[in-house]
C-alpha cells in the first residue's frame, strides 16, 4: 500500500510538473517575442550609429559605458523544483559615458534601445532556466516512476505472494502437527 501511495504521489507529480512546463513553455516564447522586438529595435540604431560614426568611434563609445547592471536572483520552487527568477534592476534611464563630440543621436537611442530590452531579456532568461529546469525534473519524475512500475511494484508483489505461501505453508504444517498431537493422545 505505501508502494502503491508513493507511486501515486510520482504520478500526480509528473502531471503537475507537466502543467508547469507547458505554461512556462508559453511564457517563454511570449518572453522570446519581446524580447526579440525590443532587441532588433535596438540593433537597428546601433546598425544607424555605425554607419553615421563608423566602426572604431562606435566601439570607443560602447567601451566606455559602464557594465550591465546586477541582476538580483531569487527563486520559486514548483512541486520541489528550484526555478531561478531573475529581474532586471529598477528602471533606469540611458546615462552616456561618453562625451557628445564625436557622437551621435542614434548611437544615444541605441544605448536607450538596449537597456530597454535588458529587461525582456532577462525574463526570457528567466522563463528557459524554468522550462529547462522543469525539464529535467520531468524526466527524473518519469525515470522514477518507470523504476517504481517496472521493478519495485513487481519485486514487492514477489515477495508478498512468496511470504504468502510461506505463510500458508506453516499453517498447513500447524495443521498436521494439531491432528498428529490429536491423534497421539487418542491413542494414549
Do not use: M
Not at 507529480?13 to 507537466?18: D, G, H, Q, W
Not at 502543467?19 to 511564457?27: G, N, P, S, V
Not at 508483489?157 to 510461506?166: D, L, M, P
Request: with cysteine; net charge neutral.
Amino acid at each position: 500500500e505505501a508502494a502503491e501511495g508513493g507511486r501515486e504521489l510520482l504520478d500526480r507529480k509528473r502531471e503537475v510538473l507537466l502543467r508547469e512546463l507547458q505554461a512556462w513553455t508559453r511564457t517563454r516564447e511570449s518572453r522570446r517575442t519581446e524580447a526579440a522586438e525590443a532587441l532588433g529595435a535596438a540593433r537597428a540604431r546601433l546598425v544607424e550609429a555605425r554607419v553615421e560614426l563608423g566602426a572604431g568611434a562606435l566601439e570607443a563609445a560602447c567601451l566606455a559605458q559602464p557594465a550591465a547592471p546586477d541582476l538580483p536572483a531569487s527563486a520559486l520552487h514548483v512541486a520541489g523544483v528550484r526555478l531561478p527568477a531573475l529581474r532586471a534592476a529598477a528602471a533606469r534611464t540611458f546615462a552616456p559615458c561618453y562625451g557628445p563630440g564625436g557622437t551621435s543621436a542614434s548611437l544615444d537611442e541605441a544605448g536607450a534601445g538596449f537597456l530597454r530590452a535588458l529587461d525582456p531579456v532577462v525574463q526570457l532568461a528567466s522563463a528557459d532556466a524554468a522550462v529547462r529546469a522543469l525539464g529535467a525534473a520531468l524526466a527524473r519524475t518519469a525515470r522514477l516512476l518507470n523504476a517504481v512500475d517496472r521493478i519495485v511494484l513487481p519485486e514487492l508483489g514477489g515477495e508478498i505472494r512468496s511470504v504468502e505461501a510461506a505463510l500458508e505453508e506453516e499453517e498447513r504444517d500447524e495443521a498436521v502437527r494439531r491432528r498428529w498431537r490429536v491423534g497421539a493422545k487418542e491413542a494414549r
